[in-house]
């Protein structure tokens, strides 16, 4: 037998066994692009020295073998003439590569070694090349990914379940997996449409937070992501789609963190209405107690509401309403009603201002309540209402004011407008210091548009006053009337009643009515009532209240104009109380004054 044949078989016996090795035993490391390079550099040097030295064996067959696994395999100038490379890589390319996170080239060149031994030919063996494979990346959970080698030949990358299992507990939302760690992390926000996980057949939805974390925004009218224990909601997303309403915000954390702000509305076309806003997400989660709801994060601040959709000829829409605040924190304020644009008409109607959110059950700020929209169509319409402001809680809380009512703007040059009515002020504090909130404005009216009346001011409950009434809203140019001024909130238990809003003015038809001043209940002066508004028909002036019958003022009427009436005064208290005044022009009627006067009267 021949030495080089002799040699050739007893290598590619070494070079299967080598095989069957590599197999079983685990990839341990990975060579970069210039370490395959100068390893296939290395073997090509090796082979030609070991040209000259396989002419001169004449060693015993473990000696060859030792020769084989120690260096590169050895071949002779005409063998590896004799079989081109083309042919190894049309055998490789159909060999089976092995799964796992080993490189493409080297899973193909070793099988190929072992299948071109198993053939007896020394020649296709050594004529293997040593390709420089591309670096691989794995990506945390990419179990689906895949992988490409110089050749373009397309393999999987392994997933990487140590980074899937920390992905669990840590980490933040991602456009596939929007919801965050379990322990760390915040939500993904979605900002724009994709073919797979945003599409603009739905909102999109704001992924939640960790414990620790914040929810994700969302998109599209989608809603704000929850935080965790320990975070702020995400926002709701503005609508997109004509008509379409606003997200909500997300909770805020059920420990600590704000509510997420509502998305705004989309504009409608057409006779069409409005998108309306969003509402503002809350703070912290909600715990029942029978009927009696109270919340889990120990401070946080509600979101604010979104604003309405505009509209053309229909109604715009409403503003989304305020979150409800924490333990401690303030109410979110109510989102603006939506606007009359473009044409308008008598049917078109803006939007109504959101309500405000309730303020921390301890102590803070109620919110108040959303503006109405405003008419800004050539055709004119309806303004839209002001929302009402939220309560106060236990402590240090006022209650939320009334948002004003809509009005018109410069585009409307041909039709009238009505003026929108104010919102009425949330009540004050439970115990201690807070007042009722202040009612809203009303609008203004244009050319043939009434003004809006304003809204009711805030009552008081326990050592608080009651707010004052809002102001009425003047009338249009062409014989309309003015909005009529709100009534003044009830004074608290030990508390002064709110004063009476003065009504609106007209050029040419009535004034507005002064409000009503607000009663008390047990200590206190009453509110005055507010003056008539400026017109050229008769208007009169709103009532005094009434003190409670223990110790209190009663309070003074408010003045009539165009010939109106002014109010009455109202009833004092019995002991150390004065009578309020009756109203100019006084027009007789009302008690005009305390018990306690009359008592002691001759």
């Known amino acids: 037998m021949a030495a080089g044949v002799f040699i050739g078989r007893v290598g590619a016996l070494a070079v299967s066994l080598g095989v069957g090795f590599a197999l079983a035993a685990p990839v341990t490391a990975w060579a970069d692009a210039e370490e395959s390079s100068s390893s296939a550099e290395s073997s090509a040097g090796s082979r030609a020295k070991g040209a000259n030295g396989v002419g001169r064996a004449r060693g015993s067959a473990s000696r060859a073998a030792q020769d084989t696994t120690a260096t590169a395999p050895r071949r002779s100038p005409r063998a590896a003439a004799a079989v081109p490379a083309t042919s190894v890589a049309d055998v490789t390319s159909r060999l089976p590569r092995a799964a796992g996170p080993t490189r493409g080239p080297a899973q193909r060149a070793v099988p190929a070694l072992a299948a071109s031994a198993a053939g007896g030919s020394s020649a296709s063996v050594i004529a293997v090349p040593v390709v420089a494979p591309r670096s691989v990346v794995i990506a945390p959970g990419a179990a689906a990914a895949v992988t490409a080698n110089q050749e373009g030949e397309e393999h999987p990358v392994a997933a990487n379940p140590i980074a899937d299992l920390i992905r669990t507990f840590i980490g933040d939302g991602t456009v596939d997996n929007p919801n965050a760690g379990i322990l760390f992390g915040s939500g993904y926000s979605y900002t724009e449409f994709d073919d797979t996980y945003c599409t603009a057949a739905a909102p999109c939805n704001g992924g939640t937070g960790g414990l620790i974390g ?22 709701g997303g503005n609508a997109i789609t004509a008509g379409a309403a606003g997200g909500n915000g997300g909770r805020g ?3 600590f963190g704000n509510g997420g702000n509502g998305g705004n509305g989309a504009a409608a076309v057409g006779m069409a209405n409005g998108g309306a806003g969003g509402r503002g997400g809350m703070a912290g989660s909600m715990l029942a107690l029978g009927e009696l709801m109270l919340p889990t994060s120990v401070y946080g601040n509600g979101g604010h509401g979104g604003i309405g959709g505009n509209a ?3 109604t715009a829409g409403a503003g989304g309403g305020g979150g409800m605040a924490a333990i401690i924190g303030s109410g979110g304020t109510g989102g603006t009603g939506g606007a009359i644009v473009g044409d308008g ?14 303020a921390g059950w301890l102590t803070g700020a109620a919110g108040d309540g959303g503006d109405g929209g405003n008419v800004n169509g050539v055709n004119g319409g309806t303004a839209g209402d002001g929302g009402n402001g939220a309560m106060g809680m236990v402590i240090f809380t006022q209650g939320g ?21 104010g919102g009425n002020g949330g009540t004050g504090a439970w115990l201690i210091f807070g007042s009722g909130g202040v009612g809203g404005d009303g609008g ?17 409950v326990g050592i608080s006053d009651g707010g004052a009434g809002g102001k009425g809203g003047a009338a249009g140019s062409m014989k309309a009337d003015a909005g009529d001024g709100g009534r003044g909130g009830i004074g608290g238990v030990f508390g002064n009643g709110g004063p009476g809003g003065d009504g609106g003015v007209s050029e040419v038809g009535a004034g507005g009515r002064g409000g009503d001043g607000g009663d008390t209940i047990f200590v206190g002066n009453a509110g005055d009532g507010g003056n008539a508004g400026d017109g050229l028909a008769p208007a009169d002036g709103g009532n005094g209240g009434n003190a409670t019958p223990i110790v209190g003022n009663g309070g003074n009427g408010g003045n009539g104009t165009g010939g ?32 306690g006067a009359m008592a002691a009267a001759p």
């Open 214 to 235: 914040n929810g994700g925004n969302g998109f599209n009218g989608g809603v704000g992501g929850a935080a965790g224990w320990f975070g702020n909601g995400g926002n």
């Open 564 to 595: 109106g009436c002014g109010g009455t005064g109202g009833m004092g208290g019995m002991f150390l109380s004065n009578m309020g005044m009756n109203g100019s022009p006084n027009c007789g009627g009302g008690m005009g004054g305390g018990m």
């Open 345 to 358: 008409g008598v049917n078109a109607k803006a939007g109504r201002g959101g309500n405000g959110g309730m």
């Open 253 to 255: 954390g059920v420990l």
């Open 401 to 421: 004011n009334g948002g004003k009512g809509g009005t018109f703007g410069g585009g409307v040059t041909l039709g009238s407008v009505t003026g929108g009515d």
């Open 312 to 314: 053309v000829m229909g």
């Open 444 to 460: 203004a009216g244009l050319r043939m548009g009434d003004g809006g009346d304003g809204g009711r001011g805030g009552n008081g």
